[in-house]
């Protein structure tokens, strides 16, 4: 280094380039690449190709069309003295608003003759002054299904906010989530007290920040507040209302359905009329061969659809019909009982073996003469006109609708075999709407002692399943192989061979019957794109819809107190099918979640009461679950149960009965699929304390108590929490002890385990009625 700390490094020197060699050695190769991912090699037609500035110009163009016709469709269906009435609906978060002050206030500004509402009601006003049609729901707010009920139909949803109270946990933020869970178009919030409970300014400044915060944090994106007792911010928020296009809820508009502005019997006779109800249809729209459902009565047929003219009066204008077809969707939940058909078609099934085409002996391929099987299903002996509609063939359109293009390949092998078998039983009519076992015995009330002590024994297992999952005790005089008789030895769960339709006593009697897809959302695809195509009335046309429902259901409703509202169903929509939910527990929501135990979940526009079986959201190539036994706090598991498919991305929430006949939020998801080959096993754990350590050889105690017992299990392996792994070597004795082998040294305070698996079912749901 100089004297005066300057360094002089020189610029100008180069390394020498290595030497290439043609004829290098693997190892040389690896380590030159070594840390290097190659790119994979992008196709003209893939989406990270760089678009020119022409193509970006076109896309902006084409993204900019879309958005101003899917305006001008909206403010159509709005627009004008005799557009669609705008269903409004006012929730108060707190016990000291009154919901019918805020719509008298709202809905009452300059008109001659002021609107009386009464609660609960559904009062249909139309404000002159900006030339729009309001439907005014005030639901029962000792209801909490009926605030979610009359909320999920609604374009606007008005929240009152209290200026002297807080809104309280169990009651108004409850509301709050469960309707963001559920979906929720646009919404307002209000103050109906602030200058009566603070008439100095400052003061008024001040909560309105506050409750503004609080508001903000549930609606971010959302406009400020109205106080209702200032006549300008009164008005503002009455034009808001008016002049604002409502926020799209995507499972509901995309699907038909209405809110019915009357409703009446058809007939004098009441066991061969129909059910009528009228109203503007929303939504996709509405055709005749599909079913309706009616939230909390169930599924029916529909006789005709009539489409009003403008200026209806009576039953017998002139207006245009449609009536069903052949292809009627039937009230068939499960298939109708299989023939047999081996002795029929064993040369068919040797024929088609060779060909590499997999047959199950339900759906069976007609052969061409180039002896390639076509996508024609050839059906069994016996089977009616009916029970072949089941055997559906869910084809891969498009597959950049359907699948990524990593899966293009998996998809065109699945694509040969029968694609969607169903199975299902025939019923003359439909049984949602009837009261069910489950429904009746779900709720018991028990004393305030019992209840104390049910849960803090309910939170001690679940505090012990936390901390020691899956483990089980054995009693020194049980027989562990009598036990655990239905359980497997599993090296991986992960990697495992297990049989989806294994014979298994403990399987559903109706398991081989249900709706099954081999491709679901290739198949949801398909559906929604033939539910689109095949509407006859569309969004904004006044409808009379006759439907097959029984008299009774005409004296539980009345349109003018509650909202009464029917939803169209997609093709196959009716039939069960094992349907998979993720599931997300409420953190305010401290009660344990034990899996199986009954509770409502509500997904589209369904109610069904479930005993799921919770397991874990992983991701196995074999499609193998382990099972939970409770769904802790914080953790998102899958939900497992047999219930009506769903064609639509709808969000789940769940509720669990509280007292008097209420009912509790306590978690939510989404519908993920339904899908019959997900495997859910359930992992039993016996664990052992090691008594002497010799190197790599154990000695272990109390985890078996015979030698017959260390015979009959010295096939699986075992393994330690320290995460070793080893081996039963020997017995000894007749008390239960013997040698193990491991892979490293074991310390005194380890244990070591053995697991085991079974096949646990999903169980058969029921419709929640009302």
Known sequence: MAKGGHSHRSTLKNDHKPFKSKHASKGALKNQYKG???????????????????????L??????????????????????????????????????????????????????????????????KVARFKTNLKVIIPNHDDFLAILDAAKVSDFVIFGLSATKEVELEYGEQILRSLIAQGIASVFGVFPNLVSAYPKRNLQLDIRQSLESFF???????????????????????????????????????????????????????????????????????NANRLVHIPGYGDFQVDRIEKLSKGHKSMDTDNEQYLPDE??????????????????????????????????????????????????????????????????????????DAEDDDDDLEVADEIVDDDMNVAGEETAAPTEYAPTEAGDDMHVDLSPEEEERQLKEFRAIEKEDLEFPDELELHPSESAKE?????????????????????????????????????????????????????????????????KAPSFLLERINCQTAPFSIFELSQHEHKLAVCH?????????????????????????????????????SNNPNNVHKSENFAHIGDTVVATAIAPVLFNNAPTIYFK????????????????????????????????????????????????????????????????????????????????YFKANFDGKLTSQDTVAMSMYKRVWPEISSAWTE
């Open 36 to 58: 290097k991912v190659e790119k994979s090699t992008v196709g003209p037609n893939k989406a990270n190709k760089p678009l020119s500035k022409i193509e970006r110009k076109n």
């Open 657 to 736: 009965p509280g007292e008097n006949g209420t009912v509790e939020f306590v978690g939510q998801g989404t519908f993920l699929s339904c899908d019959h080959t997900r495997i859910i096993a359930q992992r039993a754990v016996l664990t052992g304390h090691p008594v002497k350590i010799h190197k790599r050889v154990v000695t272990v105690r109390y985890m078996f108590f015979n030698a017959e017992d260390i015979n009959w299990f010295k096939a699986i392996p075992l393994f330690t929490k320290s995460g070793r792994s080893g081996f039963i070597k020997e017995s000894l004795g007749t008390h239960g």
């Open 327 to 400: 292809s009627q969707e039937t009230l068939e939940e499960l298939n109708p009982e299989e023939v047999d058909m081996e002795d029929d078609f064993d040369d068919e099934w040797e024929e088609n073996n060779d060909l590499g085409v997999r047959m199950d002996g339900r759906n069976y391929f007609e052969e061409d003469a180039s002896r390639i099987p076509s996508r024609k299903f050839k059906l069994p002996k016996g089977t009616s006109e009916y029970q072949g509609r089941w055997f559906v063939d869910d084809v891969l359109e498009n597959a950049s």
């Open 581 to 617: 939910f993720s599931f997300e527990s409420w953190e305010d929501y401290e009660k344990p979640i034990p899996s199986k135990e009954s509770i409502i979940v509500q997904y589209g526009p369904r109610r069904q009461i479930i005993q799921p079986i919770f397991n874990q959201a």
């Open 60 to 125: 902006a163009r084409q993204l900019k069309e879309n958005k101003i016709l899917e305006t001008k469709l909206t403010r159509k269906l709005f627009e004008g003295s005799s557009g669609a009435e705008k269903i409004v609906t006012i929730v108060a978060l707190t016990d000291d608003i009154n919901p019918v002050e805020i719509a008298t206030k709202l809905f009452n500004t300059d008109d001659e003759k002021p609107t009386e509402f009464a609660y609960p009601s559904v009062t249909s006003i």
């Open 216 to 286: 903000s944090h549930f609606f971010p994106n959302d406009e400020k507040l109205f106080a209702l007792e200032h006549d300008s911010e009164n008005l503002n928020c009455l034009r808001s209302i008016c002049q604002k296009f409502p926020k799209s809820v995507n499972w509901r508009d995309s699907r038909g359905w209405l809110v019915a502005d009357s409703a009446f019997w058809s007939s004098d006779d009441p066991t061969n009329g129909q059910l009528v109800v009228e109203g503007t249809v929303r939504g996709i729209g509405f």
């Open 483 to 547: 036990r655990l008789s239905a359980f497997r030895g599993i090296k991986s769960l992960a990697n495992c061979d297990w049989d989806y339709d294994e014979n298994d006593v403990e399987a559903p009697s109706v398991w081989n019957r249900l709706l099954r897809i081999s491709n679901y959302k290739a198949t949801k695809n398909k559906v929604n794109k033939e539910y689109i195509k095949d509407t006859q009335i569309n969004t904004g046309n006044k409808a009379r819809i006759f439907i």
